[in-house]
């Protein structure tokens, strides 16, 4: 285990981490509504990239823009960097997880604040696996394949597209769409490591689901974010694939 390696990768996690709940505030909207461009006050957000990348509260009134907190998400994404970064080890791969795992971070914050899934990051997130990958796997210590990655997306998609039109109010399509990018990434250890990342997605999701219900805090109908669960579970199985390979 490379201690050097894995600071690097905590720190660059710590520092894209802290610059997520303002995308995360500005995503977080329902399906036919815009981008928010206003902090909960109306005043514009400004800042680089029209406003996408800035603090995470109102420069003017000094509201904060969401309910994500800059040390929250600088901790969570540099602790998934760092144990990336643990196991896998000094590979080529390692640079495409540590690129993907903002994103994926991002997207949690998201559905929990508004049960969505945007196409505007899971389908980039799909794409990015499967074009960081290919250069990936031409550079001599990678411990994994492009194609079995490929068959992972289309498995792990297709999948989850099966239960979405067998039970649509269970998975949502951006449910689909995210499963995409998570089976490209478990793809690439092989198909161990892509069965026990969708696995324990369901797990999880489907734990948290009957502990609402044990709980009282939600009814059989009522629908909560299943993207963080799919999300943690791939997580885990990433890592155990990296770990194994």
Request: glycine share 16%; aromatic share 6%.
């Amino acid at each position: 285990m490379d201690a050097t390696l894995i600071a690097v990768a905590a720190g660059w996690g710590a520092g894209v981490g802290r610059l997520l709940p303002r995308p995360a505030y500005r995503l977080a909207v329902a399906p036919d509504r815009t981008w928010h461009a206003d902090c909960p006050a109306g005043h514009p957000l400004a800042g680089a990239w029209e406003g996408w990348l800035g603090p995470a509260r109102c420069r003017t009134c000094g509201d904060a823009a969401g309910h994500a907190r800059p040390l929250t998400t600088g901790l969570v994404t540099a602790f998934v960097c760092a144990a990336l970064a643990a196991a896998t080890g000094p590979r080529p791969e390692l640079v495409v997880w540590l690129l993907l795992a903002p994103i994926a971070v991002l997207l949690c914050l998201v559905d929990l604040a508004v049960h969505r899934l945007p196409d505007v990051l899971t389908l980039p997130l799909a794409g990015a696996a499967v074009v960081l990958l290919g250069p990936a796997s031409l550079v001599p210590g990678h411990a994994g394949a492009w194609p079995a990655a490929l068959l992972g997306g289309l498995a792990l998609g297709g999948g989850y597209g099966v239960l979405f039109l067998i039970n649509p109010a269970g998975l949502g399509f951006g449910d689909v769409k995210l499963a995409l990018g998570l089976g490209v990434m478990l793809g690439w250890y092989g198909l161990p490591c892509l069965l026990t990342g969708a696995l324990l997605g369901l797990v999880l999701g489907a734990l948290y689901g009957l502990g609402l219900l044990l709980l009282r805090r939600a009814s059989r109908k009522e629908a909560f974010p299943l993207g963080p669960f799919l999300t943690a579970g791939a997580f885990c199985g990433l890592l155990l694939g990296a770990a194994t390979a």
